[in-house]
Nanobody
């Protein structure tokens, strides 16, 4: 299983970034795909995730600013991040949750300057 995340970078507050995560085809269609983040000194937290047959979940702190989407033809999940704030600075991880466990990508750094 491979999850390849990209799209991170340095952006000013108020700016936008789009993260991409390409997943191997064997898992993409069966997993609940999502994004998590981990800031220095903090625990990893959910940002946004699809659920299996249920609603899309968003962290309260990103509702209205971030949007998760997927392109099944490309086995890719995206995270559009708008109105970025310095507190959004973190390493962002793509995840694929399946029965019995979860797979993680390598992470991509997002830094928002004030």
């Amino acid at each position: 299983v491979q999850l390849q995340a990209s799209g991170g970078g340095l952006v000013q507050a108020g700016g936008s970034l789009r993260l991409s995560c390409a997943a191997s085809g064997s898992i993409f269609n069966s997993a609940a795909m999502g994004w998590y983040r981990q800031a220095p000194g903090k625990q990893r937290e959910l940002v946004a995730a699809f659920t299996r047959g249920g609603p899309t979940n968003y962290a309260d702190s990103v509702k209205g600013r971030f949007a998760i989407s997927r392109d099944n033809a490309k086995n890719t999940v995206y995270l559009q991040m708008n109105s970025l704030k310095p507190e959004d600075t973190a390493v962002y991880y793509c995840s694929a949750v399946v029965l019995g466990g979860a797979f993680w990508g390598q992470g991509t750094q997002v830094t928002v300057s004030s």
